[in-house]
């Protein structure tokens, strides 16, 4: 049996390309924690957070009807979001008929 000195999984993670999903994955956790407190109270925990690509960040909403309450809002919803996060240029968002059961993971 050879002998290995034990790794911390930051140190396995740094050489790894599943770096990249990790600190994407944590970027857009800090992202949905810092805008659930931005938006409208009314819609917490209707939405989430799916990605941030070209600067476009895409929700995952509950239904067809908290998806036309955001789009309605969504200009003054994008000047609250870009305090924050000045990179976010333009927000879609996109109805997930599962959305209750990733919720509970």
Do not use: C
Not at 43 to 58: A, K
Not at 77 to 91: A, R, S
């Amino acid at each position: 049996m050879k002998n290995h000195s034990i790794k911390s999984i930051s140190q396995i993670l740094q050489n790894s390309n599943l770096r990249y999903v990790v600190e994407k994955a944590n970027l857009l956790n800090e992202m949905n924690a810092k805008i659930q407190k931005l938006l409208p109270e009314q819609y917490r925990g209707l939405y989430r957070i799916l990605n941030l690509v070209d600067n476009q960040l895409t929700f995952s909403v509950q239904n067809a009807t908290v998806r036309q309450g955001l789009w309605l809002q969504q200009e003054n919803l994008l000047k609250l979001i870009q305090t924050d996060f000045p990179q976010v240029t333009e927000l879609q968002f996109k109805i997930s008929p599962n959305f209750n059961q990733l919720n509970r993971f």
